[in-house]
């Protein structure tokens, strides 16, 4: 008997849950845009680091931490900033939850929360999906700018491991790191453990060589013979009028100026002009003197190793339920250099104390003290301890998770409880201690008894933590009918925990050391929240989406806020796309919570050096930029930032072989939580009194042009800032996606993909009624001097192209970073004429604040940072058994990273280029199982 060959029956589609929503869903494109990069795609970009792999994708901006050197408030930690609206605004998930924040407290706008990509274990990442699009409705605080979820493998079963060594054509940069993963499972059950560890070299200023070494040299002095003039062989400065404390700084008044030339001749210099890029009002200028090279201790690229291991393990209690857990611990050691403490005692040091008003240390040497050179005059000393330096900054993190998921009836559910915790360790070595400094005025030490003494430098400890403990619970399900299918509708709540305290070393909390603050916070709050969403296919060729959250932070008004999206498939070929959405974020722990952020900064004193370059009478030139100490106390009733974004995009299938997808994004961010610069605060002190604080004896007053006193003009010591909600920021651009895929035949498949992004516009009112002045494709604080944005091309693109075939597999990569403006083009509503160059010459008289390096000029006249366009390409043979070998090319044209003249150390701006260079990678990836 025959009988006809049943047609065998489709696959049925899987539904899989996409970032962004609660509702699983089986179109690859929905209402909002996402960028998604399988394990391939992230092998062939050859990024050691999930940082690294993130900075090549167009979306993102400046605004992040960049664990490449000492990062300053953010040390250690690296971050990402979409949209360039900063980390804070950018959320980091971890298989769809959010991590902790890191242990900082960084006050700089945009930071206040820290999200440590470090803490990524890179080898169980499965794919890393990119939600370009508001997602607060969703996930709550801080997805303003869209959210970087990291999504691990869930099953596993086998072994493998892999090893890989990096560094550039000279040898630097270099970086070593292995990695594995180990599964089994039976049955219902699967459990892997994977790994892994790097270790990444200390690369030097001087052995850089892929920078603009020739015009930093000239220009910034960078790399010149002259490096520091304060060195164990002190310098005296005399005090011009007794009892000011007004001492000799100037060419002018180098008779009353002394050094002892106590070294070897080889570390002696003579100051010259051009060769040593001084000012003709240097004091060292014809003068012989000491030299330390500082630029041993200037590094590129700090020391580091890393650790991480996750392990996942599912076990199914039946058809219906599976249990799951996770355990994670990762480990981020970073060494950083730094010179032997030197300090020069013209003006006095803010000494911190964590409790109490902060004091002024200043070393004056009475007539007749041992090292006192004049006999009738006190003196300042310029004078470098002997005891080394450094710090080493170590985070560790600690992640738990169990939970439930299941199925029952209709409805799919999932609970869990997480708990994450950051612990930081920072260690500073050779910081002055105060009460034996203290001893060359009390008791009468000469400068070298005091340098003998092994106490007159202290190795010091800061601690912190910072802890999220959260239980959620969610489920959805399917109902109804519409004409395009089902209602999906997905509902849950969360319950979370965040701590964070912050523990300064007890000496600095005492006041014991000099040129060191405390950052302290003890902190704590629950969040409650509650979300819903909603699917409804109202049509076969149009679906909406809705989504509201409900999250309540102490002292906080309940918050809600929705987001509504629509798609329209007008055809096979057609589809359009749009999503509104409201947004906010929550105030850091802190910025909220006891404690504060002490700190030194340099500012412009707008009564003692009104043009930014030229003293007033009664002044020095160091009132042109005068190093001052800092405050920043917490604001406990500062409100959340809110937001409003759009979008609205268009899916193109112009053949089976190409996708194109268009997306034009608008954000705009209100009531922004920030510090007022400092600088803002001296430029205003009559409207904030008591806030800048200045040294008013009578002598130390400056006159006017007619030879008037100046009220309240005194030198500044210290400015009081707290945090403020003030002002808002708008962003526009385009994202443009190109997919192609073609099937070659037996010459394998060819697929090529490029990411663009255009920035319309980035406009940003530092204060409420400010003017909000379009500053994309330039440094926004320099465009608009009024603002602190950061640097914001108007483009950038990624082009890459894979050829597979058999067992080969070759990728070719272009990362493009356009220009960015260094033209200063208006204060606020003061519009310039002309616009004119923050450096270099021929600005206008009324010009202030500028940039100084003169010789700017000789080399640029676009004032600006050039586009950087690099080529990259990524080799990888399968065909050895069970062993894969790839091999990776970064730049391969050896493209030099662009003249920056804000960046004299690293030669370069980290936040847009390196300066690695041609850089290799070659690792192996073996399968035992």
Known sequence: MAFAQEAPAEPAL?????????????????????????????????????????????????????????????????????????????????????????????????????????????????????????????????????VVNFITKTKYTGAEMSASISANDDGEFARKSASGIFGFGKDRFNAFVSFDVAKRDSTII???KDVERGMYADINGRLNPFSSSLTTSPFFYAETVPGTKKFATTYAQRAQIVNRLDCPTSQQITGNMAAHNMLASDPLVGRTFCNFNIDDYAEVQSAGKDANILSRATFEINQDMTAFAEAGYSRSERTYLRVPTAFRSTASTTVYQLNGAPQQFQMILPVGHPDNPFSTQRAAVGYRVSAPGGAVNLNETYRLLAGVRGTAGAWDWETAVLWNRAERVENWNGMLYRPTLEKVMTQNWTLAQVNADPSVTRDLENRGYAQVTQVDAKASTAFGQLAGGQVGVAFGAEFRQEKIGLTPDMATQRGDIIGLANSS??????????????????????????????????????????????????????????????????????????????????????????????????????????GISSLSAATPDLRPETSKSYS??????????????????????????ALFSAQYMVDRQDRYPGSVIRDNNPVNLVTDGNGNVVPNSGPISQVNRSYVNQGSTEVQGIDFEVAYRKSLGDLGRLTANLNWSYLMSFKRAERPGEVATDTSGANGGLSDYATSVGDNPKNRGNLSVNWTRGDHSLTTSVDFVGPVSLLRRSDNDVVYEKPYCQYGVGQPKSAYGLGGLPKYSNYISSCDVKSWTTTNMAYSYTGFKDLTLSFNIKNLFDIKAPYDPRYAVEGFNPQLHNGQGRYFRISANYHFM
């Open 14 to 146: 899987q539904k899989v849950l996409v970032t962004g929503s609660n509702i699983k869903r089986t179109e690859k494109e929905g209402s909002s845009p996402i960028q998604t990069l399988n394990a391939k795609q992230i092998a062939a970009t050859g990024a050691n680091t999930v940082a690294e792999l993130l900075h090549s994708i167009p979306a993102f901006g400046s605004g992040s931490s960049v664990d490449v050197t000492d990062g300053g408030f953010a040390r250690g930690a690296a971050t990402a900033s979409m949209r360039g609206l900063g980390s804070s605004s950018t959320l980091i998930l971890l298989n769809g939850r959010r991590i902790t924040a890191s242990a900082y407290a960084d006050p700089n706008q945009g930071k206040s929360a820290v999200y440590d990509l470090n803490s990524i274990p890179v080898s169980a990442i499965e794919r890393v999906e990119v939600f370009k699009d508001g997602a607060s409705a969703v996930y709550g605080s801080d997805a303003i700018a869209g």
């Open 521 to 626: 916070a003890d902190g704590r709050r629950n969040v409650s929240s509650t979300f819903i969403e909603v699917r409804t296919p109202f049509a076969k060729y149009f679906e909406m989406d809705f989504a509201g959250r409900y999250d309540k932070y102490p002292n906080l008004k309940a918050n809600f806020v929705p987001k509504v999206g629509a798609k329209w498939t007008i055809s096979d070929r057609v589809a359009v796309r749009s999503t509104y959405a409201e947004g906010f974020r929550a105030p850091a722990l802190t910025q909220v919570s006891p404690g504060g952020v002490q700190s030194f900064s340099n500012v412009v004193d707008p009564l003692r050096c009104p043009d930014g370059v030229h003293p007033a009478s009664g002044a020095d030139i160091s009132d042109c930029k005068k």
């Open 648 to 673: 609205l995009g268009l899916i193109l299938a112009p053949t089976k072989e190409i996708d194109v997808l268009v997306d034009y994004y608008r954000i705009k961010k209100v009531d922004e939580t």
């Open 206 to 208: 001087k052995n850089e």
